[in-house]
């Protein structure tokens, strides 16, 4: 027996539950795995409080883990016991030990801690695609990045400088301020002092931004929309405040004949050769030093709810790991 962070019912923190659960051995192109890190995300707090609902409860949530092979089922190759991998999905990462498809997991290069691999898998894979697919960020790119210097902001904002875009940062705190400066930022805005739409249209001429990445949802729609310039595209990956409800189709029109895209990175990298592209693409720009990660927070698993409580609360930075 191992064990897991399960929830029996939707709700806050309190209805994660440390317990004792039986794994078993690998079914046919499945592996098993020993957590040595797993990974904090915001999409962890949706499936926890029910915004994005689970198949069945009870259920060990979790997205993203980095740890060992211990076994592997029939048919799977290219993996042994004692590799080490990280995944990005599917659900059941808040655990010691899971079950999961041989075909979901990557190898994890030498060069990169569990910790760090646990950290970026899902954070950077996002920023991959956004910065790469669904909008291919260049040296001509104006970007707004809300909430710069979160655990994907940080990353992307890395990433876009290394491309060479104008990065616009939004952030709630002069210490976050001075992490997406860091970061890579071109110009950071305080949201809770500064009117952001007012100061992206003073930072850009009056032009307005290429493409905004919105990960916040309901606290900055529609003023995202007017941070674009005609034709511009608006990428909405993420509602932390909460979601937006009632989007008005219309408003792309007056705006300014804007796009709107909702990806998830799952699309992304739902193909297995998808999948290990994203994921060489993240390891080869940390490798080199392009991106650094930043595991600012660690909590042991059992104490994830403490986790959850501060990052609902926008209490951390970067990235945040669980320690089984």
Known sequence: MVHAIRIHQYGGPEAMR?????????????????????????????????SYPLAALPAVIGMEGAGEVLAVGAGVTGLEPGDRVAYAN????????????????????????????????????????????????????????????????????????????TIIGTVGSDEKAEQARAAGCTHVINYRRENFVERVRELTGGKGCDVVYDGIGKDTYPGSLDCLKPRGLW??????????????????????????????????????????????????????????????????????????RDLEARR?????VLLP
């Open 90 to 165: 599917p659900i059941g990462a808040y655990a010691e030990e899971r079950i999961i498809p041989a075909e979901r997991v990557v190898k994890l290069p030498d060069a990169i801690p569990y910790q760090t691999a646990a950290a970026m898998m899902l954070q950077g894979m996002t920023a991959e695609y956004l910065l790469l697919r669904t909008f291919k960020v260049g040296p001509e790119t104006t970007l707004l990045f809300h909430a710069a210097a979160g655990g994907v902001g940080l990353i992307a904002c890395q990433w876009a400088r290394h491309l060479g875009a």
């Open 235 to 308: 990428v909405s990956f993420g509602n932390a405040s909460g979601k937006i409800e009632g989007f008005d189709l219309g408003l792309l029109a007056t705006k300014g004949s804007l796009y709107a895209t909702r990806p998830t990175l799952f699309t992304y990298i739902a193909k297995r050769d998808e999948l290990v592209a994203s994921a060489n693409a993240l390891f080869d720009v940390v490798a080199r030093g392009i991106v650094t990660i930043n595991v600012n927070q660690t909590y042991p698993l059992s104490a994830a709810a403490d986790a959850h």
């Open 18 to 50: 440390w317990e004792a659960v039986d794994v078993g051995a690998p079914g046919p192109g499945e592996i098993r795995i020993r957590h040595h890190t797993v990974g904090l995300n915001y999409i962890d707090v949706y499936h926890r409080s029910g």
């Open 316 to 320: 951390t930075t970067g990235s945040t």
